[in-house]
Nanobody
Framework: QVQLVESGGGLVQTGGSLRLSCAAS????????MGWFRQAPGKEREFVAG??????????GYKDSMKGRFTISRDNAKNTVYLQMNSLTPEDSAVYYC???????????????????WGEGTLVTVSS
């Protein structure tokens, strides 16, 4: 029972940075596991980064190819999840989706089927 809206996508050059935002509405937002996924043309949707809830704390997880370049964070007061993306390459070009899960999610490769709610997506294009 949550609605998600992504923003912050756009066109950047190789090596540039973007910060994506996911505005959420709905009850008990802080209790949802939140994740970012992306999908490029002709490709499957893949996990990018996520925040797991554990004993009242957020535990981040990143797909190996994104670790060190991307950072996920959450601001419960603003009901917003962020994805800071640095050192972007053309291979990062995709539609980026925010997603929420009512169940426990953790690790470095969350399954898309484990997410209950999805945003509309925001397009990121990285030029060479």
């Amino acid at each position: 029972q949550v609605q998600l809206v992504e923003s912050g996508g756009g066109l950047v050059q190789t090596g540039g940075s973007l910060r994506l935002s996911c505005a959420a509405s709905g009850r008990t937002f802080s209790n949802y596991a939140m994740g970012w996924f992306r999908q490029a043309p002709g490709k499957e949707r893949e996990f990018v980064a996520g925040l797991s809830r554990w004993l009242g704390r957020d535990i981040p997880g990143y797909k190996d190819s994104m670790k060190g370049r991307f950072t996920i964070s959450r601001d419960n007061a603003k009901n917003t999840v962020y994805l800071q993306m640095n050192s972007l390459t053309p291979e990062d070009s995709a539609v980026y989706y925010c997603a929420a899960s009512e169940s426990t999610q953790y690790g470095t490769n969350w399954p898309t089927g484990g997410m209950n709610y999805w945003g509309e997506g925001t397009l990121v294009t990285v030029s060479s």
